[in-house]
T-cell receptor
Framework: DGGITQSPKYLFRKEGQNVTLSCEQNLNHDAMYWYRQDPGQGLRLIYY???????QKGDIAEGYSVSREKKESFPLTVTSAQKNPTAFYLC???????????FGQGTRLTVV | AQKVTQAQTEISVVEKEDVTLDCVYE???????LFWYKQPPSGELVFLIRRNSFDEQNEISGRYSWNFQKSTSSFNFTITASQVVDSAVYFC????????????FGGGTRLMVKP
């Protein structure tokens, strides 16, 4: 079945460690996105990519990094520079402008 | 720059009441697309509707209806005869032509439907 898969569902990280969240899609979508959601808050854009080997910063890119080496994959690395990384992370992909985005099930990251 | 505002952070209604969720947007683009998503407790976003800037027709789908008004830059969502299963967080989103394919979300409205 076509869709978008995030892994892992739950992730625990020690302070000072980098951690990478996986996002894979088989929808043949060009655009992919990473959003962060804090409790009771909306979705804030971290990074997005419109095409392979290209990506742009969103509103809260500091402390995060991404890569887009393949169309299907858009991993997000939460670096030790991110001061408050505990949050729910959602990945999405989108086709043409006039189409809706499809979302993964999310990864809940907790710093311990 | 594009922006979406959902002024209602939380709404509580009793089952069978009608409820309207407000969405106001800002964009410099003349061509843009508006979306509504539902986020149940599981966390995954579920797509509800898409509307482009050239189509101001209102739409009804079962108990759901949407009112798009370019004159007031609003895209409001009404649930008629609400049910407990409608309890969720609802997000409005915008994608403008000149913003590439960037998708901007509002802060969301948490709807609680009580039996």
């Amino acid at each position: 079945d076509g869709g978008i898969t995030q892994s892992p569902k739950y992730l625990f990280r020690k302070e000072g460690q980098n951690v990478t969240l996986s996002c894979e899609q088989n929808l043949n979508h060009d655009a992919m996105y990473w959003y962060r959601q804090d409790p009771g808050q909306g979705l804030r854009l971290i990074y997005y990519s419109q095409i392979v080997n290209d990506f742009q910063k969103g509103d809260i890119a500091e402390g995060y990094s991404v890569s887009r080496e393949k169309k299907e994959s858009f991993p997000l690395t939460v670096t030790s520079a991110q001061k408050n990384p505990t949050a729910f992370y959602l990945c999405a992909s989108k086709g043409q402008m006039n189409t809706e985005a499809f979302f993964g099930q999310g990864t809940r990251l907790t710093v311990v | 720059a594009q922006k979406v505002t959902q002024a209602q952070t939380e709404i509580s209604v009793v089952e069978k009441e009608d409820v309207t969720l407000d969405c106001v947007y800002e964009t410099r683009d003349t061509t843009y697309y508006l979306f509504w998503y539902k986020q149940p407790p599981s966390g995954e976003l579920v797509f509800l509707i898409r509307r482009n800037s050239f189509d101001e027709q209102n739409e009804i789908s079962g108990r759901y209806s949407w009112n798009f008004q370019k004159s007031t830059s609003s895209f409001n969502f009404t649930i008629t005869a609400s049910q407990v299963v409608d309890s969720a967080v609802y997000f409005c989103a915008l994608s403008g032509l000149n913003a590439g394919n960037m998708l901007t979300f509002g802060g969301g409205t948490r709807l609680m439907v009580k039996p």
